[in-house]
């Protein structure tokens, strides 16, 4: 059976991966020169790059290999050869206040326990520190088997990072119903080959029209990101 691209673009861009890139590299660039960050599930290390001004540190529990148990969508490869601290991300073995920063992007949703990682996050950073946090609000299977959340909506993130000590000071949805309504539009021909075995052409052009019509609405001012969006990007500060 054919695999499932991680990514379906029908010659638009991918604005969910689009907009959560500037913003995390927005917040990134705003963090003082030589301050210490802990990329938390680093995975390929996408974000090392954008840290060059800051004393870097990558975390990752490196078990994932890009195939998983082939269900779902899969990355094919993914290699986690240069991570630095290879642990469990609820029990990284530093000492507590030992950073400036957290970065912990799209990693929640593949944690059984993603609450404890926000209680281990608060333990890591120094008073004042700051967490840079992005994770789906909804998402589809993919890097199984380690895949076992979705639905962080504005009311998790309100309720669990006060808890362990967290004050909130950015919290923005990305994108909207519409939007991710296209977004999945965008995949439906590809969904549809892969488990029936051929391109669905009238699939393929109903999708086509769907999309413009998404994308009108969400082009005009609405609030239904608070049904859905493709997730939140949060920067919260250790009170």
């Known amino acids: 059976m054919k695999q499932l691209s ?3 673009r029908f010659g638009s861009v991918d604005v969910n991966e689009e907009n959560r890139k500037e913003w ?13 960050i802990l990329d938390a599930g680093a995975g390929q290390l996408r974000w090392k790059k ?3 001004h800051l004393k870097y540190t990558s975390q990752d529990f490196c078990q994932y290999d890009g195939i998983g148990n082939r269900k779902g969508i899969q990355n094919q490869t993914f290699d986690t050869s240069r991570i630095d601290i290879v642990s469990d991300i609820t029990a990284i073995p530093v000492e507590s ?12 949703e593949h944690l059984p ?21 992005t994770a789906p609000f909804c998402s589809l299977t993919h ?19 006060a808890e362990y000590g967290f004050e909130i000071e950015i919290m923005e949805s990305n994108g ?11 995949r439906l021909p590809s969904v549809a ?27 005009k001012k609405n609030e239904s990101n608070e049904l859905l969006c493709f997730g939140y990007f949060i920067r919260a500060k250790k009170v």
């Open 6 to 8: 991680r990514f379906i």
């Open 24 to 36: 995390i590299k927005k917040q990134l660039l705003s963090l003082t020169q030589g301050a210490s």
């Open 50 to 52: 954008t840290c060059s």
């Open 97 to 108: 206040g030992s950073f400036n920063a957290v970065l912990c992007s799209e990693v929640l």
């Open 113 to 133: 326990y993603p609450e404890m990682a926000l209680k281990e996050f608060s333990r890591v950073l120094c008073g004042g520190g700051v967490l840079i946090l």
């Open 143 to 161: 890097m199984a088997p380690y895949h076992f959340c979705t639905g962080f909506n504005k009311y998790w993130y309100e309720k669990h990072l």
């Open 176 to 186: 909207d119903y519409f939007s991710y309504i296209q977004q999945e539009l965008k």
């Open 193 to 219: 080959e892969k488990y029936f075995g051929k391109r669905n052409y009238p699939v393929y052009g109903c999708a086509m029209v769907l999309q413009k019509l998404c994308g009108k609405l969400s082009a």
